[in-house]
C-alpha cells in the first residue's frame, strides 16, 4: 500500500511517517521545497493520502490560505482532474471553529476535503487536532509543551501567564495510533466526515510546568515519576526528548569505605527505591534486620553467600550467589540478614528495597546472622 504523507518533515509528518515505514508500508514523502510535478506523480500513484502540510505561523495573514485553503484546493483538483477516488485524512485544528485568519483557513481546508468526497465518492477523515505534544516537535514554534521541555532542560526561565489556564492536550503517539486506525479501516469517526483522537488529556498550565520541573529536580532526588499517570508517563518521554545530547549523562553520589561502595540509583515515592551494593573481596555487610522493609538482592558479578535467620531463631538459611547465575533472593521483614564476598573480585549485588530511605526512621536494627 502507497501512502502519500505532505507535510512530512513536520512534527506529525516526522513521527507517522516513521511507524508508517515500520508497519511496511511504501511512502511517499511531499514537503514544501517539492515540486507541484513531484506531487501529481505522488497522487497519481497513492492508495491513501495524509494530509499534514499546512502554515500556523507566517509572515503575513495570506499566507495562511496559501498554505492551508489554497493548497488543499489544488491536491483535490488534482485527484478529480486524475479521476482519483484515494482517500485522505485532514490534519486540522480545533481553531477551525474561532474566527482568526488560521481558524478560516484550515476551515475552508475542510470544506475543501467534504466537496472533494461528495464529488468523488472518496472516504475523508479530517480531524480536528487539540494540543498535540510529543517527541520531534520545534521549540519556541507552536507548541508550548515543546519550549518549555527545551527550557526548564537548560535552565532557562519560563513563563506563564495564568497558571489555572486549562488546556486540552493530545501525545503524539496516540494521533499516529489513531492514524494508523483509520487506514486499517476504523476510524473513530464522530460523524460522515469527521474524526477524532480516542485520548486527549484535561490539564492546566500551572500543572504542566510543575510536572516539567519535577522531572529536572528528578536527577538530583533521584526519584521517577508516578509513571502509572498515563500523561506523566508520556509528558516524561517528551522532556527526556528534549535533553541536549551532552546531558544524557549524570552522576551518582557513591558512598565509598574500606568495605566497598554503596551507591542509590532509582526512587520511587510508592515503589520503593534501587541501588548497587559493592563489597570488597572477604568483606561481610548486613547483619541487620527491618520490621516492615523488606528487599530483593541480586547479585550480577563475584560469587558469596547471603545468610538470613529469623530474629527468634536459630536456624541459618544460606543462598550461594553469583553474577554467573542471576538468582534473586527475598528478605523479608523480622530475619537478619547478611552478604559474604566469597570471590577474589568485587561481589557487586542490585538490591531493590520497598521504600525509600528515610534517615528519621531507617528501620535497620543490628543483629548477628
Not at 513531484?38 to 502554515?55: C, M, P, Q, R, T
Not at 482519483?84 to 485524512?89: F, Q
Not at 501567564?161 to 476510524?187: A, C
Amino acid at each position: 500500500m502507497k501512502i502519500l504523507v505532505t507535510g512530512a518533515a513536520g512534527f506529525v509528518g516526522k513521527n507517522v511517517t516513521s511507524s508508517l515505514h515500520n508497519h511496511g508500508y511504501e511512502v511517499f514523502a511531499y514537503n514544501k521545497d517539492d515540486s507541484l510535478e513531484e506531487l501529481d506523480n505522488y497522487l497519481k500513484e497513492s492508495d491513501f493520502i495524509i494530509h499534514l502540510a499546512g502554515v500556523n505561523r507566517p509572515e503575513n495573514v495570506e499566507d495562511y490560505y496559501r498554505g492551508n485553503s489554497d493548497f488543499t484546493d489544488y491536491l483535490c483538483k488534482q485527484l478529480l482532474t486524475f479521476n482519483r477516488k484515494t482517500p485522505i485524512l485532514l490534519s486540522s485544528s480545533i481553531q477551525a471553529s474561532l474566527d482568526n485568519p488560521y481558524g478560516k483557513s484550515k476551515l475552508l481546508a475542510e470544506q475543501t476535503i467534504i466537496d472533494y468526497s461528495i464529488s468523488s465518492g472518496a472516504e475523508v477523515f479530517i480531524y480536528r487536532f487539540h494540543n498535540l505534544f510529543g517527541k520531534w516537535s520545534t521549540p519556541n514554534y507552536n507548541s508550548v509543551i515543546a519550549t518549555w521541555c527545551y527550557n526548564i532542560s537548560r535552565n532557562i526561565p519560563i513563563s506563564i501567564n495564568n497558571p489555572d489556564t486549562e488546556i486540552t492536550l493530545e501525545y503524539i503517539d496516540d494521533v499516529v495510533t489513531e492514524m494508523i486506525s483509520t487506514l486499517k479501516g476504523s476510524p473513530n469517526r464522530i460523524d460522515t466526515y469527521y474524526c477524532s483522537v480516542s485520548k486527549n488529556y484535561e490539564t492546566k498550565l500551572g500543572s504542566i510546568a510543575q510536572t516539567l520541573q519535577s522531572f529536572k529536580e528528578g536527577r538530583s532526588s533521584l526519584v521517577i515519576p508516578n509513571l502509572g499517570d498515563e500523561l506523566i508517563k508520556k509528558l516524561y518521554s517528551t522532556y527526556l526528548s528534549y535533553l541536549d545530547p551532552k546531558d544524557f549523562s549524570y552522576s551518582l553520589v557513591s558512598h565509598i569505605d574500606e568495605r566497598g561502595s554503596f551507591t542509590e540509583f532509582l526512587k520511587s515515592s510508592d515503589r520503593g527505591q534501587v541501588s548497587i551494593n559493592v563489597s570488597k573481596p572477604g568483606i561481610t555487610k548486613g547483619n541487620h534486620w527491618h520490621h516492615t522493609k523488606h528487599e530483593k538482592f541480586l547479585v550480577v558479578r563475584g560469587e558469596g553467600v547471603i545468610k538470613l535467620r529469623e530474629i527468634d531463631s536459630d536456624t541459618v538459611y544460606s543462598y550461594k550467589v553469583s553474577g554467573d547465575e542471576l538468582n534473586v533472593i527475598d528478605i523479608p521483614a523480622g530475619y537478619t540478614h547478611s552478604i559474604v564476598n566469597e570471590s577474589n573480585e568485587d561481589l557487586i549485588t542490585i538490591i531493590w528495597v520497598n521504600e525509600i530511605f528515610d534517615q528519621n526512621n531507617p528501620d535497620t536494627y543490628t543483629m548477628e546472622v
